[in-house]
T-cell receptor, first 116, second 112 residues
């Protein structure tokens, strides 16, 4: 089956620092990757959609200068939380949509970010 | 009103019971409907994927979509303790690259 990995699985950082989260599709090429944020007992909220080689499309209310997304290859996308604050603490999940028109997306295991 | 409404539960059932999980939605343009299972501190895993109205069965799982009522269901037969997880419904207006909207998830506990 399609496997998506995320690294790190959890991270604790100080307020004001930047954190980079990697999302990799291990056994398929992903032309589109999605980044979600999930707060406790809440739904997954789409933050942005990124297509390989182009700029990410951000959802309304998501600051593109704070959440930098790079989709450098067909198997790797990164999310950088810049100048993190405690309110950015959340569970960040990526997903990847395979090339070839399959109408689904495969999720990574998530990264738990805690900002002190 | 949220686009997708899902009872958060928790729902506790004895092992072997039939479980019914439901979502309602308001956007009549939704055509693709998914159910995901999410274990604690893990990413969601796709369980069922259906297009438009009708039923789809896969092993112990049956997904139903009633577009006229804007109501979807997931039935789990012969529930097992390993089914204990949060179940998220999700839907989109079209396949391909369209945005997927998720419900908040229903937490299910199957008691041995």
């Amino acid at each position: 089956g399609a496997v998506v990995s995320q690294h790190p699985s959890w991270v604790i950082c100080k307020s004001g620092t930047s954190v980079k989260i990697e999302c990799r599709s291990l056994d398929f090429q992903a032309t589109t990757m999605f980044w979600y944020r999930q707060f406790p007992k809440q739904s997954l909220m789409l933050m942005a959609t990124s297509n390989e080689g182009s700029k990410a499309t951000y959802e309304q209310g998501v600051e593109k200068d704070k959440f930098l997304i790079n989709h450098a290859s067909l198997t790797l996308s990164t999310l950088t939380v810049t100048s993190a604050h405690p309110e950015d603490s959340s569970f960040y999940i990526c997903s990847a949509r395979p090339r070839g028109g399959v109408n689904t997306q495969y999720f990574g295991p998530g990264t738990r970010l805690t900002v002190l | 009103q949220k686009e997708v409404e899902q009872d958060p539960g928790p729902l506790s059932v004895p092992e072997g019971a039939i479980v019914s999980l439901n979502c309602t939605y308001s956007n009549s343009a939704f055509q693709y409907f998914m159910w995901y299972r999410q274990y604690s501190r893990k990413g969601p895993e796709l369980l069922m994927y259906t297009y438009s109205s009708g039923n789809k069965e896969d092993g112990r799982f049956t997904a139903q979509v009633d577009k006229s009522s804007k109501y979807i269901s997931l039935f789990i037969r012969d529930s097992q303790p390993s089914d204990s997880a949060t179940y998220l419904c999700a839907m989109s207006e079209s396949g391909g690259y369209q945005k997927v909207t998720f419900g908040t998830g229903t937490k299910l506990q199957v008691i041995p």
